[in-house]
């Protein structure tokens, strides 16, 4: 997977409609994942295309769009076990000003990191059952994943940068 994380030309250089070239291989070993952020379908793709302008199969969403998107525990469960891009996680709750107050950074950082990390919200809300199963006692609570395990995870509110900061580290952890 190190290879898909440090090639961002390859990200920059998509272009939408794009095939893949005829000097490339594509073999098995070379399939990246994504979970559908929208509807939860698994996605594989060719690791070499970066998934930037791959689509869903099922839903036709973008999988990679540089926002933040609201999920449920089940979904966030299995793009963690599947995704192979690093996830940033955000739990926050209607009710928690500073958590109101960090979501335009939330969605700058995931457009700044688009091809890069994935950013998702977890109301805690709404999803009665999320804090628990990740032990979060504060919120806001950033949780970063890779390759299917928790990477770092940071309470409180934060700028933009250090969102993206965060999310860098996980690159790094990829
Ligand atoms: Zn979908």
Redesign the pocket.
């Known amino acids: 997977m190190s290879s898909f994380i440090a090639a961002p030309q390859a990200i920059a250089g998509m272009s939408s409609g794009s095939h893949i070239s005829s000097n490339e291989c594509i073999s098995e070993h070379d399939m990246t994942k994504l979970v559908?952020l929208?509807?939860?379908?698994t996605n594989r793709f060719p690791e070499t295309r970066s998934g930037a302008a791959a689509k869903?199969g099922?839903?036709?969403?973008a999988l990679i769009d540089g926002r933040p998107h609201d999920v449920d525990l089940a979904t966030l469960r299995k793009a963690i076990r599947n995704d192979g891009l690093p996830l940033l996680a955000d739990f926050w709750a209607p009710w928690c000003g500073p958590c109101r107050m960090m979501a335009p950074a939330f969605s700058k950082a995931a457009e700044a990191l688009r091809g890069q990390a994935r950013l998702v919200k977890l109301d805690t809300q709404a999803q009665l059952d999320a804090a628990a199963a990740f032990g979060i006692r504060g919120i806001p609570t950033l949780i970063g994943f890779v390759g299917g395990k928790e990477a770092l995870r940071q309470s409180g509110a934060l700028p933009a940068a250090q969102i993206a900061e965060l999310a860098g580290r996980l690159r790094q952890t990829a």
């Open positions: 559908c929208s509807c939860g379908q869903c099922v839903c036709g969403d």
